[in-house]
């Protein structure tokens, strides 16, 4: 399995744009969690989908950003319009609920710069 | 909710000798996992041991193991022989029966040559 893809890997763009982020969790999984990570912040859950539905989405900072998942094999992240504060490390994670070692296996992260 | 914390920020280590990373949690459930994971400058979050409440015998991952206390909401993690790769920051995790996942804050690791 070739694991989490996430893409773009980077994405440099400027204040005002939109920006779209991209997900494919690995084929099986049936959760999928969406997080940010600031030197300042550390790491902090943005939202959780079990079976595409979202479970908890109280850690998405405001109505610029959103979250979606159509199907069990992509889920989308977007921020508009995006600020300099949304300049972070964004990254995918899936899990099977049920069965399995039930750890989070990570992609390998989008570095998103707003300027 | 549950919480997960790691009260130590930074930590140091002699390479070859053996460092300990501290984390506890609060939750009332009875079922639940445990996990640490790495992240190194990659920024690549690797799996590094993980723990089922349900055992009593802690983990071990060749160098990597864990002292579980269940009843003090203690996971703790221990790296023998640490070298140079093992730098690093090392979140603990917790995993709901349900499937939800809390992480600590992340204690950064220094190995020293």
């Known amino acids: 399995d070739a694991g989490v893809i996430q893409s773009p890997r980077h994405e440099v763009t400027e204040m005002g744009q939109e920006v779209t982020l991209r997900c494919k969790p690995i084929?099986?999984?049936?959760?999928l969690f969406w997080y940010r990570q600031t030197m300042m912040r550390g790491l902090e859950l943005l939202i959780y989908f079990n079976n595409n539905v979202p479970i908890d989405d109280s850690g998405m900072p405001e109505d610029r950003f959103s979250a979606k998942m159509p199907n069990a094999s992509f889920s989308t992240l977007k921020i508009q319009p995006s600020e300099p504060r949304d300049s972070a490390v964004y990254f995918c994670?899936?899990?099977?609920?049920?069965?399995?070692?039930?750890?989070?296996?990570f992609g390998p992260g989008t570095r998103l710069t707003v300027l | 909710a549950q919480t997960v914390t790691q009260s130590q920020p930074e930590m140091s280590v002699q390479e070859a000798e053996t460092v300990t990373l501290s984390c506890t949690y609060d939750t009332s459930e009875s079922d639940y996992y445990l996990f640490w994971y790495k992240q190194p400058p990659s920024r690549q979050m690797i799996l590094v041991i993980r723990q089922e409440a349900y055992k009593q015998q802690n983990a071990t991952e060749n160098r990597f193991s864990v002292n579980f206390q269940k009843a003090a909401k203690s996971f703790s993690l221990k790296i023998s022989d640490s070298q140079l790769g093992d730098a690093a920051m090392y979140f603990c995790a917790y995993r709901s029966a349900a499937g939800q996942f809390y992480f600590g804050t992340g204690t950064s690791l220094t190995v020293i040559p």
């Open positions: 084929s099986g999984h049936n959760s």
């Open positions: 994670a899936s899990s099977l609920v049920a069965g399995g070692h039930n750890e989070q296996f």
